[in-house]
């Protein structure tokens, strides 16, 4: 159990009736308070920002759904996933080199040489993987630096051992930090989907991009039609296909799972299968 519990964000329940919960204030959290805590959620959950108003990655729970507080790096529309554009390996969103300095056990900071231009803030909320070592750190924040020179990134917790000056460091930045549509070419075939957007979403806007519970999205027609047609997946548009379709066969890549449908399909008065393409699922991202 992470340290430094304290009640110190709210939440809601069903029917929109306030309740506190509880979060981790040492860095290591599991949501953060929201700046505008009297607006009802679901007021916030079909709204957009055009300047950040709350912490990326901030996690706003609404009855059996969950959301993150995301930003658009592309123009999103409604029930497509997005995919999380800043997992690419490039010098512009991930910084993987050799440590600037090697670290003493107990110090909360480490220094990296940037790849490229590294700005304030860059990687906040994001993680630090020291791989000679196999540690992994949650970011509070780093300093901003040109390319090949060195900057400093303040870690959730101290370094349990020292770190050896040959070690490589891979920073990730926050999977909500830069999300896209990535739908051209062949950049969509190597993203992972992070969320679906409730609403249409402009380049640039900041958004509550859903992760958990149920959930709308695109999909082809017919969808349980068949027996046993429940697991769905992403496809690389953003867009639900079953199981049944392309998956892991012959050790070959498999397309990633986004959770199960829900209504009942089968035969009988109540069974149908989902009309057109609008998925009434149970989306399993982040809980």
């Not at 996933?81 to 480490?110: H, K, L, M, P, R």
């Not at 047609?229 to 998956?247: I, N, W």
Request: a negative charge; proline letters at 5%; hydrophobic letters at 35%.
């Amino acid at each position: 159990m992470p340290r430094n519990v304290a009640a110190s964000r709210r939440g809601w329940g069903y029917n929109g009736v306030e309740r506190t919960l509880d979060t981790y204030v040492d860095g290591r959290l599991i949501s953060k308070a929201l700046s505008a805590a009297t607006t009802r959620p679901k007021n916030l959950i079909y709204s957009v920002d055009t300047t950040k108003k709350h912490e990326i990655g901030t996690r706003l729970e609404v009855d059996d759904r969950v959301f993150r507080y995301a930003y658009a790096g592309s123009d999103l529309l409604a029930g497509w996933g997005c995919q999380a554009y800043n997992s690419f390996s490039n010098s512009t969103n991930v910084e993987d080199q050799t440590i600037g300095a090697a670290g003493t056990a107990g110090d909360t900071t480490i220094t990296c040489t940037a790849v490229g231009t590294v700005t304030a803030d860059m990687f906040k909320d994001g993680y630090a993987l020291i791989r000679w070592e196999l540690h992994q750190y949650r970011i509070i924040s780093n300093t901003a630096a040109a390319a090949l020179s060195t900057f400093t990134v303040t870690l959730d917790e101290p370094l349990w051992e020292g770190v050896d000056a040959a070690s490589v460091v891979t920073l990730y930045r926050n999977p909500w930090a830069d999300t896209r549509r990535l739908t051209g070419g062949d950049e969509a075939l190597w993203a992972s989907t992070v969320g679906i957007p409730p609403m249409d979403v402009s380049s640039g806007e900041y958004y509550w991009a859903q992760t958990w519970g149920p959930c709308l999205g695109i999909g082809v027609d017919n969808i349980g039609a068949t027996a046993s047609e429940r697991g769905l997946y992403f496809l690389a548009s953003g867009a639900l296909f079953t199981m049944v379709g392309p998956h892991a066969t012959n050790n070959q890549p498999a397309n990633q799972p986004a959770g199960f449908l829900l209504p009942y399909t089968g035969p009988g008065p109540t069974g149908s299968d989902q009309p057109g393409a609008v998925i009434h699922f149970y989306l399993q991202i982040a809980p």
